[in-house]
């Protein structure tokens, strides 16, 4: 299995609190993702990464804000959490990018916003 | 937009049936992937298909790409109480650089 990390696992905060999620992987994967899962939505691409400092957006950026300074760092930021951003979040990582690469997953992250 | 529609939602058997879920599109995809994920844990890729038409076995699972590449199904032949867990396809129908789509997922429960 590819070391992906997460931290912190479960946050409770208050609406309108900067939060930062942080991914770690041990692979040395060029792409790096940040979903997030809510019920009846299945997994949601927020953001994602090809390399150091290039990000791009997913499907659910709004909100939300990514850096990668390291290839095995890749930060996730809600400038200002809302409750509608209590959710799921999983990191995950593939190698190349590719539609045929295996994306692995992190363990998790679970957000309550209050 | 939800370009991968997955059917059933929910799906509740006693061990030893059979079950198939569905992935389906109106898009052509380049490739599909399924993956498990169990509860508290992220997901696990199980198989990519590339190839219309094409058919992968894993021991009791059996997984099809349609001919069109629009579509994709999974079957569980005698299902365990080790298969529960949410199944979810995905893939990209963007044309260029992969942007990952996931479907919203088939919840299975297997009863002893």
């Known amino acids: 299995d590819a070391g992906i990390t997460q931290s912190p696992r479960h946050k409770v905060t208050e609406t309108g609190t900067p939060v930062t999620l942080r991914c770690h992987q041990t692979?040395?994967?060029?792409?790096m993702y940040w979903y997030r899962q809510d019920p009846g939505h299945g997994l949601r691409l927020i953001h994602y990464?090809?390399?150091?400092?290039?990000?791009d957006k997913g499907e659910v950026s709004d909100g939300y804000s990514v850096s990668r300074s390291k290839t095995e760092d890749f930060l996730l930021t809600l400038e200002s959490a809302t409750s509608s951003q209590t959710s799921v979040y999983f990191c995950?990582?593939?190698?190349?990018?590719?539609?045929?690469?295996?994306?692995?997953f992190g363990p998790g992250t679970r957000l309550t916003v209050l | 937009t939800q370009l991968l529609e997955q059917s059933p939602q929910f799906l509740s058997i006693q061990e030893g049936e059979n079950l198939t879920v569905y992935c389906n599109s109106s898009?052509?995809?380049?490739?599909l992937q399924w993956y498990r994920q169990e509860p508290g844990e992220g997901p696990v890729l199980l198989v990519t298909?590339?190839?219309?038409?094409e058919v992968k076995k894993l021991k009791r699972l059996t997984f099809q790409f349609g001919d069109a590449r629009k579509d994709s199904s999974l079957h569980i032949t005698a299902a365990q109480p080790g298969d529960t867990g949410l199944y979810l396809c995905?893939?990209?129908?963007?044309?260029?650089?992969?942007?990952?789509?996931f479907g919203r997922g088939t919840s299975l429960i297997v009863h002893p």
């Open positions: 692979e040395n994967h060029r792409y």
């Open positions: 298909v590339v190839t219309g038409g």
């Open positions: 995905a893939g990209d129908a963007s044309g260029g650089s992969y942007i990952p789509t």
């Open positions: 995950a990582t593939s190698p190349s990018g590719a539609s045929t690469d295996t994306q692995y």
């Open positions: 898009s052509v995809f380049s490739s």
């Open positions: 990464s090809y390399g150091v400092k290039d990000t």
